[in-house]
DNA sequence: AACAGACTCAACCGCCTGGGG
DNA sequence: CCCCCAGGCGGTTGAGTCTGT
């Protein structure tokens, strides 16, 4: 296309694939399986390049691949993923068993992204972004006269993999009340007796498996949560004005959240997590309590 | 029917990361 | 610590398709 090569791939096909490259490289993963894909080609007899093997594979030959409309419910998942973490497409494909982050991606770009900045502008749930309505067709308007305080656009994100509870005698809180202090020492109390810390403070989950039994839907890690993104985004606000998240720069990220809102998560989301894992609605519905939460004033 | 513009999405790109030597 | 390589990621492209005139 309009870049020159990665690498030379002079006498390999290029572009759509035919009926019989995919029939090739779909019976040599069946019996090989996944995986060195750089050689995989020579091996097979393909004349492709082994990135373009694997895009192939990942993208739409692979068994588990659901092909056809994204649903309601679908949609709805993506748009407040994409709120909660930008554009890591993979990881929101994480979520949505079956869908590529391609497919989710281009879904985004052609029709979300367009219906999120057209149809929701005024919707704190979703991305806000400021109306081009001058541009001609662009097939990613989402990527239009990018902004300099766009905050969900951003490739290279922090992850934050350790959270910060401190011990609740650690908690002085400016201009709070004996009894709010209470409140959040209670809060923090509810998380450790879900959780455990290590010497440190840091969250820990007591074993591998109860980390991953205790992930959102099917596996959503609290480590996959980004909080830089939430803490650029309009939550910043309004968890500063109510001491929400109380972030410091150079120190761990300190969270501190209301007594409901801990119970919603605690008790609504985990403690169900075998019913929950296949259900979209529950981790919706965890969203919009979330967000109901943190907006009350 | 013919054309142009809009739209879709598979495929490609460069960059980044993690593992191994 | 550095280098190399394989794999993974998000951004971008353009051929094919759709739609309006």
Redesign the pocket.
């Known amino acids: ?7 030379s ?1 002079e006498g ?6 035919t009926a019989h490259e995919d029939k090739i490289l779909r019976e040599y993963i069946t019996v090989h399986g ?7 080609p020579k091996t097979a007899g393909l004349k ?5 093997c ?3 594979w ?3 030959l692979r068994p588990d691949i659901k092909r056809g409309n994204i649903t309601s419910d679908e949609e709805e998942l993506i748009i407040r993923l994409h709120n909660l ?10 979520r949505l068993p079956g869908r ?4 989710i ?3 985004w ?3 979300l992204g ?1 219906k999120v900045k057209d149809g929701h502008k005024t919707s704190s749930t979703f991305c806000r972004r400021p109306s081009n309505e001058n541009s ?5 308007p989402h ?1 239009a006269n990018p902004k300099p305080d766009s905050h969900l ?4 994100a922090t992850k934050c993999t350790k959270v910060f509870f401190p011990h609740p005698s650690m908690l002085q809180l400016p201009n709070k009340s004996e009894e709010e202090e209470k409140v959040v020492a209670d809060a923090v109390m509810s998380v450790q007796m879900e959780l455990t810390t290590n010497n440190n403070g840091f969250l820990s989950f007591p074993d591998e498996e109860k980390q991953l039994s205790a992930d959102m839907l099917t596996d959503f890690n609290v480590g996959d949560i980004c909080f830089s993104d939430l803490l650029d985004s309009d939550f910043n606000n309004i968890c500063n004005d109510q001491h929400l998240f109380s972030p410091c720069s150079d120190q761990p990220f300190h969270l501190v959240c209301s007594q409901e809102l801990l119970n919603n998560c605690t008790q609504t989301n985990f403690a169900d997590q075998n019913s929950a894992s296949n259900n979209l609605h529950s981790f919706i519905s965890f969203l919009d309590t979330t967000e109901e939460t943190l907006g009350k004033s």
């Open positions: 296309m309009g870049r020159s090569p990665c690498c791939k390999l096909n290029r572009g759509a694939w996944e995986g060195r894909w750089r050689n995989l492709r390049c082994g990135k373009s694997r895009l192939r990942l993208n739409y973490l930008g554009n890591r497409w993979s990881l929101i494909a994480g590529t982050d391609n497919e991606k281009n879904y770009n052609t029709n367009k001609t067709r662009n097939p990613m990527l656009v951003r490739t290279k």
